[in-house]
């Protein structure tokens, strides 16, 4: 498949992309992933340490981590990362988790007391939004405490995901699909001196899916920027 002409400016681009939790069933060619990593490897890093690997996953072996993560979330195992996360959300951030939670379940039509549609909204994130293709991100080991490498993954996804946008190919980060790192480690053949940090499902975004459609809310700038030493 050709690649699309591309020239939206930054600024639509940043301002159009949207998480993407519903995906046509239809594969992403080989050659367009890798055009996106291109693009997104310009990434800046901690004195160009650039210490990411992406381990791109599709067909069978993403398959399976679906099912392995299915099966562990349904059978009550607990969540099982590699990068130390904190005790849950409070006060504002608590707050703009549940709202958002709250305009994708107004989109999909899902009631507060309907548990089964809850519950199968959490299973879809467990299955990475049944998307076609998984990046997952890892960095080195011996990197830990890794704070300035994990926050060097995170520019590299905010990347990702914009030129994935930009090619007309959807994304969501997706921390729901390593919850259970075990199964994404060996489906996907992580290598032992790697931490599984994150995957971001892709693909081409099924138009018709209603939560595809919701814009997250931003903050007002004047809440959280001070400025220093202007006039
Ligand atoms: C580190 C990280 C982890 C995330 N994990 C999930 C997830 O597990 N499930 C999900 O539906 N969305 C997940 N998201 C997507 C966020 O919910 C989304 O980026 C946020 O609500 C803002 O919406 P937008 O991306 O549409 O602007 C994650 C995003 C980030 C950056």
Not at 131 to 159: R, W
Not at 214 to 226: H, L, M, N, T, Y
Request: charged share 30%.
């Amino acid at each position: 498949m050709a690649t699309p002409d591309v020239h939206t400016d930054f600024r639509t681009v940043v301002n159009e992309r949207r998480s993407i939790r519903g995906y046509k069933p239809i594969p992403v060619p080989r050659e367009l992933i890798e055009e996106v990593i291109e693009i997104a490897k310009r990434a800046p890093s901690s004195m160009n340490t650039q210490p990411w690997h992406f381990h791109v996953v599709t067909g069978e072996p993403l398959e399976l981590i679906r099912k392995g993560n299915t099966e562990r979330m349904m059978a009550g195992s607990k969540v099982d990362r590699e990068i130390k996360m904190n005790h849950g959300y409070e006060g504002p951030h608590r707050d703009r988790q549940v709202e958002i939670a709250v305009q994708l379940f107004e989109a999909m039509g899902i009631e507060r007391d309907d548990k089964a549609r809850r519950q199968d909204w959490v299973m879809r994130g467990f299955r990475q939004f049944d998307a076609p293709v998984s990046l997952v991100l890892t960095y080195d080991k011996y990197l830990e405490p890794a704070a300035i490498s994990q926050f060097d993954l995170g520019a590299l996804s905010h990347a990702i995901v914009l030129a994935a946008w930009e090619r007309g190919l959807g994304c969501v980060i997706n921390g729901q699909g390593i919850m259970q790192s075990k199964v994404v480690r060996e489906h996907a053949a992580i290598p032992d001196d790697q931490n599984i940090m994150i995957c971001i499902a892709m693909g081409y975004p099924d138009e018709s899916f209603v939560a595809n459609t919701v814009k997250s809310v931003r903050e007002d700038s004047d809440k959280f920027v001070r400025y220093v030493g202007f006039d």
